[in-house]
């Protein structure tokens, strides 16, 4: 029953903001902004006739279109933010638009956090559901699991018949995000395992109607650990016993973790052993320099089809690679504008026709243009500040705050010819 009821689209309306705003004195879940198995047919939502096609689109197909490949079994996800009080509007646009998955992505200290007696007791909680206030005691550990946006998301999306690649990150670019007692701990310590592991059946305990199209345990990988032998060797331990407590709770769930499109293919070597304990390779693909700058639009074909080729060719094969994000900018502080953007999405198309084997999940960052706040948090566990990287962060959206960028309409249009 979607939103042809009434009453239940108002139920959900409630519910999100109800929980939402008891959300915001929490921190969003941002990422590190960074499948092998059948994604139900219902999930592949093609394009609605309701959507309001921004002009871009609504020219005619382009010479090229007659070469495209047909959607077949691909997943096109758009990034949209579940705080957002606008969520179940965003999540209608990208259905529209032919996207049947998005991020749902929280760090491990988002979620396990220091206990607060005036919070539910999600520990106690998951310990014993049946224990009343009066007996259940003090914490049984110095932090709490808890966090009503992945309750939020269950919801809505569900309704929605929208999946969800899930990251719940034990470290994204600027290290572990661990719990403040575990953060100096190497990923192999008991300690440090058995609490990760707490955290993902919490995650998954508030997320059982959504299709998980993957479930990934980190972000850019690449980077936080560089070329630290031991820190990889650790870092695979974790994969290796988190894949197998996921598949334990859920068989069918692809368990992987998140790496940079350059680091893909600069330490693919160090990587090799937490690719071999994973089911997918996940990817970000931000293409920008060491000055946080973009090509001109008349080079950005060229360049996505050489960037997509040369990573796929260098990833193992046998392992479905997932693109978790795959953005350009519009800001003209890094170098952006939005016909190079329109012409960014066109070629991701071309790029993910040509590697639709390997490639079966791809998911654009993201639909709207993240505020100043956002950008700025998340330029903070990048450690940078300058402007141009602060303008990329902001302006990797489809849509500005109230419109529809060139970008969205090229979105719509490539969708549209192979049949999302």
């Known amino acids: 029953m979607g939103y042809d009821d009434p009453v239940r689209r108002l139920a959900l309306i409630f519910a999100t903001c109800a929980v939402t705003a008891a959300a915001l004195s929490l921190p969003a879940g941002c990422g590190d902004d960074d499948v092998g198995s059948a994604v139900d047919p219902a999930l592949e939502a093609s394009a609605g006739d309701h959507v309001d096609v921004p002009d871009g689109a609504k020219s005619d197909a382009s010479a090229s279109d007659a070469a495209v490949v047909p959607r077949g079994a691909r997943v096109l996800g758009v990034s ?29 200290d988002e979620i396990e956090r220091p206990y607060d007696a005036g919070a539910p007791d999600a520990s106690n909680d998951a310990a014993d559901p049946d224990a009343s206030d009066a007996d259940a005691g003090p914490p049984r550990s110095p932090t709490q699991v808890f966090h009503p946006l992945l309750h939020v998301a269950n919801l ?41 592991d707490r955290v993902l059946d919490y995650a998954l305990d508030q997320l059982p109607d959504l299709e998980v199209t993957a479930l990934f345990l980190a972000s850019a990988v690449d980077v936080s650990l560089a070329d630290d032998a031991a820190k990889h060797a650790a870092f695979a331990t974790l994969v290796t016993s988190a894949a197998a407590h996921v598949h334990a709770l859920r068989p069918k769930v692809k368990v992987g973790f998140v790496v940079t499109s350059d680091g893909a293919i600069a330490r693919k070597d160090r990587l090799a052993a937490a690719w071999a304990a994973s089911d ?31 990573l796929v060719a260098a990833l193992p094969t046998g392992k479905p690679i997932v693109v978790r994000e795959a953005g350009f900018p519009t800001a003209a502080e890094s170098g952006g504008d939005e016909a190079a953007q329109s012409a960014f999405v066109s070629a991701v198309f071309d790029a993910w026709d040509r590697q639709a084997k390997r490639i079966p999940v791809l998911t654009f960052r993201e639909l709207i243009d993240a505020d100043q706040a956002t950008a700025a948090a998340i330029a903070a566990r990048y450690g940078h500040s300058d402007a141009a990287f602060l303008a990329f962060l902001r302006s990797l959206g489809l849509q500005t705050a109230d419109r ?7 979105l719509i249009r490539a969708s549209r010819a192979r049949g999302f």
Not at 85 to 103: C, E, H, M, P, Y
Not at 281 to 292: E, H
Not at 296 to 308: F, T
Request: net charge negative.
């Open 80 to 108: 949209v933010v579940i705080g957002d009080l606008d969520f179940l509007r965003n999540v209608q646009t990208a259905r529209d638009a032919g996207a049947s998955t998005t991020n749902v992505s929280f760090a491990w």
């Open 404 to 410: 529809a960028k060139a970008g969205e309409g090229a």
């Open 280 to 310: 997918v390779i996940g990817v970000t693909y931000l293409p920008i320099d060491a000055t946080s700058h973009v090509v001109p639009a008349a080079q950005v074909p060229a360049a996505v089809a050489a960037d997509v080729d040369r």
């Open 156 to 196: 809505v999306l569900s309704d929605q018949r929208f999946a969800a690649t899930v990251t719940i990150d034990a470290l994204d670019v600027g290290g572990s995000r661990a719990p403040a007692e575990l953060a100096a701990l190497a990923f192999d310590d008991p300690e440090l395992v058995t609490r990760y």
